[in-house]
């Protein structure tokens, strides 16, 4: 179809149809088994020994985390012991929620000689130690290795495999560093030879990255590349990929305003990550600028965060429960690595020009979705859709719109699911 006749398509069908349903809660019903996954909504730095409580771990559920952890290291909350472990998953199942635990038995991985007949032998041997846990109905995942060098990637295997003897139903994660790390930490000449290389070693149930875009000079220019590239090693291995976003600020990073984190977590969902980690969700550089601040009362992003993890969970329970297709982008300029809206595309932007990402997603009977974002972290935006095929659903939207029109309202950074069909 050429321009001018897709412009003219475009125009009959908002002539002939352009409908809204105020407060219709029905155009997000009936999902069948497409709402059968959760997204994981998680983070690092968890509560330390001082928190591990279940009134603690109450308020980090009612901000709308699923998973909490990984318990890492911090100068005033040291590791957790395995008794801290049970009491802080025994505190999770009373919150609603589960817990990832930091094994201290991955230590032989630093040593690069992992005996995998005497790692089982303690493996097993696990009285008194976090693997006595493996049973809790709380536990999640294992946090064995955060951001490993090349030269890691087989002692990991050989850990997981003996890992997975002793505990089969509980995975083990790794996070990888991302795009912009040197040559010297990766181990490899590319960033792409890292993760090939690490999935085809480790073949790890899932690929997690940390992608930090928000810098003193500027956004990250490989930010999208960097999500594309690791979405698509997680596709060709047939696993899960897990986002890490920014709520710090650190050496070389300033810290993310509200709209910046919600544009983070959008344009994860919009690259079909199955899981978004918050760094971090305790404390920062300053004890103000936190989700939940060192002295257990609520930071300054924590109202916000709460209400961010409620969109995310309406339109992410959807999302993760779908087949990621491809991820494009509109407007003027486009972001390195990033592929433009095909011409021949089911549905319509106007103005052609806006920064809209869409991403699709295609259901097990062949149903259609498209996840719409705004690439402005600074400007709300307000443009019109058009299924140029069948009529569309706005799904957890105010104007509750159906039709084959409709105008969509963006605050920053902010995304709209829409569903093809009836």
């Given at each position: 179809?050429?321009?001018?006749?897709?412009?003219?398509?475009?125009t009959?069908l908002?002539?002939l149809?352009y409908?809204?349903?105020?407060g219709?809660s029905?155009?997000?019903?009936?999902?069948?088994?497409?709402?059968?996954?959760k997204?994981?909504?998680?983070s690092?730095?968890?509560?330390?020994?001082?928190?591990n409580?279940?009134d603690?771990?109450?308020?980090v559920?009612?901000?709308?985390?699923t998973v909490v952890?990984?318990?890492?290291?911090?100068?005033?909350?040291?590791f957790f012991?395995?008794e801290?472990?049970?009491?802080?998953?025994?505190?999770?199942r009373l919150?609603?929620i589960?817990?990832?635990?930091v094994?201290?038995?991955?230590m032989?991985?630093?040593?690069?000689?992992v005996d995998v007949?005497?790692l089982k032998?303690?493996?097993?041997d696990?009285?008194?130690?976090?693997?006595?846990l493996?049973?809790?109905?709380?536990?999640?995942?294992y946090?064995?290795?955060?951001?490993?060098?090349?030269?890691?990637f087989?002692?990991?295997k050989?850990?997981?495999?003996a890992?997975?003897?002793?505990d089969?139903v509980?995975p083990?994660?790794?996070n990888?560093?991302?795009?912009?790390a040197?040559?010297?930490?990766?181990?490899?000449e590319?960033y792409?030879d890292?993760?090939?290389?690490?999935?085809?070693?480790?073949?790890?149930p899932m690929l997690?990255?940390?992608?930090y875009?928000?810098?003193?000079?500027?956004?990250?220019?490989s930010y999208f590349?960097?999500?594309?590239?690791?979405?698509?090693?997680a596709?060709l291995?047939g696993?899960?990929?897990?986002?890490?976003?920014?709520?710090?600020e650190?050496?070389?990073?300033k810290?993310?305003t509200e709209?910046?984190?919600?544009?983070q977590?959008?344009?994860?969902?919009a690259?079909?990550?199955?899981?978004?980690?918050?760094f971090?969700?305790?404390?920062?550089s300053?004890?103000?600028?936190?989700?939940?601040n060192w002295n257990?009362s609520?930071g300054?992003?924590?109202?916000s965060?709460?209400?961010?993890?409620?969109?995310?969970?309406?339109?992410?329970?959807?999302?993760?429960?779908?087949?990621?297709k491809?991820?494009f982008?509109g407007?003027?300029?486009?972001?390195?690595?990033?592929?433009?809206i095909?011409?021949e595309?089911?549905i319509?932007v106007?103005?052609?020009?806006?920064?809209?990402?869409?991403?699709t997603?295609?259901?097990?009977?062949g149903?259609?979705?498209?996840?719409?974002?705004n690439?402005?972290?600074?400007?709300?935006?307000e443009v019109?859709?058009t299924?140029l095929?069948?009529n569309m659903?706005?799904?957890?939207?105010?104007?509750?719109a159906?039709?084959?029109?409709?105008?969509?309202?963006?605050?920053?950074?902010?995304?709209?699911?829409?569903r093809?069909g009836?």
């Open positions: 179809m050429n321009l001018f006749k897709r412009k003219i398509f475009r009959v908002a002539g149809s409908l809204f349903v105020l219709n029905s155009s997000h019903m009936n999902l069948g088994a497409e709402d059968s996954k997204l994981i909504i998680s690092w730095f968890g509560p330390g020994p001082a928190l409580t279940a603690q771990l109450k308020l559920a009612e901000a709308g985390f952890g990984p318990r890492t290291w911090h100068p005033s909350q040291p012991s395995a801290d472990y049970r009491k802080f998953l025994d505190n999770c919150a609603g589960k817990g990832i635990m094994s201290k038995l991955h032989p991985i630093d040593s690069n000689s007949d005497k032998s303690l493996l097993l696990s009285t008194g130690s976090e693997l006595a493996k049973d809790h109905p709380a536990l999640s995942h946090l064995v290795y955060d951001e490993p060098h090349r030269n890691k087989e002692s990991i050989k850990f997981k495999d890992l997975s003897k002793v089969p509980h083990m994660f790794v990888l560093f991302p795009i912009y040197t040559p010297s930490q990766l181990g490899t590319s792409h890292y993760l090939t290389t690490f999935t085809d070693i480790v073949n790890p997690s990255v940390d992608v875009p928000f810098r003193e000079d500027g956004l990250l220019a590349y960097n999500l594309d590239l690791v979405r698509k090693h596709q291995k696993i899960d990929p897990w986002l890490s976003i920014q709520t710090w650190g050496p070389g990073h810290f993310p709209d910046q984190v919600r544009w977590a959008f344009h994860g969902l690259y079909g990550y199955k899981a978004i980690f918050y971090t969700l305790y404390g920062g300053a004890e103000e600028q936190a989700i939940m257990g609520k300054i992003l924590y109202e965060t709460k209400a961010l993890n409620a969109r995310l969970k309406e339109v992410g329970n959807i999302l993760v429960n779908l087949e990621h491809d991820v982008h407007g003027r300029e486009l972001p390195y690595g990033a592929n433009e095909p011409e595309f089911p319509a106007e103005p052609a020009d806006a920064p809209i990402t869409i991403s997603f295609e259901g097990k009977g149903s259609r979705y498209f996840l719409l974002v690439r402005s972290f600074d400007l709300s935006q019109s859709v299924a095929e069948s659903t706005v799904l957890f939207d105010e104007s509750g159906m039709g084959s029109s409709c105008r969509i309202k963006f605050s920053p950074g902010d995304g709209r699911l829409i093809l009836n």
